[in-house]
């Protein structure tokens, strides 16, 4: 496949996306998923929140920052941009936990964990980001790998269409990065990495699975 095929997995598959993309396969697959919303649709409310705060809103504070002269470009960011970006966009994921930790009730286990291991996964990344220049796609896609994971433990449920879609998801993520020269392979392996035991770890030790 050519350089544009492979770019364009990268913006299919963005990181930012990942967090949306967790919360609607948890709201599809967690049975013991209950929200007492007042409205006939709790699931649309979850996940317009959960977009604006991990993708709009970390979207428009890359933009302020490129205003104000913090970082010198959003589509070809430097090693201090991606830091810097990374960091605000994790001020946004602490947002969104701390919304969901307050908010949302036991029987809404699965999201709040979900929101845990994202914050740590981003918080893990900016550190060892000080070190070397680890893939974030890598994180978000292992990320969604980890979740489907965790909620096969978690759920006792046989996921397996969920985590080849997964598995498949990783795959594509990892070769478009690798193809496109955005990174090498240890820092796709070490986003990988984060990404997945970040997830699956708050899973099975983060939840009470289901009897």
Same mark, same amino acid.
């Given at each position: 496949?050519?350089?544009?095929?492979?770019?364009?997995?990268?913006? %299919?598959?963005?990181?930012?996306?990942?967090?949306?993309?967790?919360?609607?396969?948890?709201?599809?697959?967690?049975?013991?998923?209950?929200?007492?919303?007042?409205?006939?649709?709790?699931?649309?409310?979850?996940?317009? %929140?959960? *977009?604006?705060?991990?993708?709009?809103?970390?979207?428009?504070?890359?933009?302020?920052?490129?205003?104000?002269?913090?970082?010198?470009?959003?589509?070809?960011?430097?090693? =201090?941009?991606?830091?810097?970006?990374?960091?605000?966009?994790?001020?946004?994921?602490?947002?969104?936990?701390?919304?969901?930790?307050?908010?949302?009730?036991?029987?809404?286990?699965?999201? =709040?964990? *979900?929101?845990?291991?994202?914050?740590?996964?981003?918080?893990?990344?900016?550190?060892?980001?000080?070190?070397?220049? %680890?893939?974030?796609?890598?994180?978000?896609?292992?990320?969604?790998?980890?979740?489907?994971?965790?909620?096969?433990?978690?759920?006792?449920?046989?996921?397996?269409?969920?985590?080849?879609?997964?598995?498949?998801?990783?795959?594509?993520?990892?070769?478009?990065?690798?193809?496109?020269?955005?990174?090498?392979?240890?820092?796709?392996?070490?986003?990988?990495?984060?990404?997945?035991?970040?997830?699956?770890?708050?899973?099975?030790?983060?939840?009470?699975?289901?009897?």
């Amino acid at each position: 496949m050519g350089k544009k095929v492979w770019s364009a997995i990268s913006y %299919v598959f963005h990181p930012a996306l990942m967090p949306a993309l967790g919360t609607f396969i948890i709201l599809w697959c967690d049975p013991n998923l209950y929200i007492p919303l007042d409205t006939d649709k709790p699931w649309l409310i979850i996940l317009s %929140v959960v *977009f604006i705060c991990t993708y709009l809103l970390p979207l428009v504070l890359s933009w302020m920052l490129l205003k104000l002269g913090r970082i010198s470009s959003i589509t070809h960011p430097s090693e =201090n941009d991606r830091r810097v970006l990374l960091a605000f966009t994790a001020l946004c994921y602490i947002l969104v936990y701390y919304t969901f930790h307050k908010r949302m009730p036991p029987s809404a286990q699965s999201l =709040n964990v *979900f929101m845990l291991g994202i914050n740590i996964s981003i918080i893990s990344t900016l550190i060892i980001s000080l070190f070397t220049k %680890v893939s974030f796609h890598s994180v978000g896609a292992g990320g969604l790998l980890g979740t489907v994971i965790g909620l096969m433990h978690y759920t006792h449920t046989s996921l397996y269409t969920w985590l080849l879609g997964a598995f498949a998801i990783v795959v594509l993520v990892g070769l478009a990065r690798y193809k496109s020269k955005a990174h090498d392979a240890f820092n796709i392996y070490i986003g990988l990495i984060i990404g997945i035991a970040a997830q699956a770890l708050v899973f099975f030790f983060g939840v009470t699975p289901l009897s």
